[in-house]
């Protein structure tokens, strides 16, 4: 029986963390990123906490981390989320686990707002958000253009019931 867990990401994760990015790049829904950073700029846009990976029997099946939305100090408490799962493992319940535990760790960490911003078309990463309490703030209409089509994007906030208050 395998066992699977939820635990902090550190730079040995970072091959199977840069190929599960790149598959999430590779579906075009995703990102707007079009290629896959080095480490050193990966980790450079993230907060040094909030890194997640899940591992199954020691092997990466998705990631979820985030960034700071400013360097102004009063968004200290605001984030954006990032969570990608590898191919082999979409549909199994990975992205609610990793969210959920984002989330947890956002708020031991001082995190009031989490935000994401997910394309309009990615119904399935919308509802994930949904169901982990964010809500639709508003649409972005045709905000950037990826491989010739301009594509929307759906804001969505969560805030925090204890920190920030």
Not at 113 to 142: C, D, P, W
Request: proline content about 3%; glycine content about 8%; hydrophobic content about 40%.
């Amino acid at each position: 029986m395998s066992t699977l867990q939820v635990a902090p990401m550190n730079e040995q994760h970072w091959p199977t963390v840069r190929e599960i990015f790149a598959q999430g790049i590779a579906t075009g829904t995703a990102t707007f990123e079009t290629v896959v950073p080095s480490w050193e700029e990966w980790n450079s846009r993230h907060l040094p906490t909030c890194r997640l990976v899940d591992l199954r029997d020691s092997e990466v099946l998705g990631w979820a981390a985030l960034s700071p939305v400013s360097v102004r100090e009063v968004y200290r408490g605001v984030a954006e989320v990032s969570v990608y799962i590898a191919e082999s493992a979409r549909g199994r319940g990975i992205g609610t686990t990793l969210l959920a535990a984002l989330i947890v760790e956002s708020e031991r960490n001082g995190i009031w707002t989490l935000q994401a911003t997910i394309f309009a078309e990615n119904s399935i990463s919308i509802r994930l958000h949904e169901k982990a309490g964010f809500r639709i703030v508003g649409t972005r209409e045709r905000i950037g253009c990826l491989d010739d089509r301009w594509l929307d994007t759906v804001l969505m906030e969560r805030r925090s019931s204890i920190v920030g208050y």
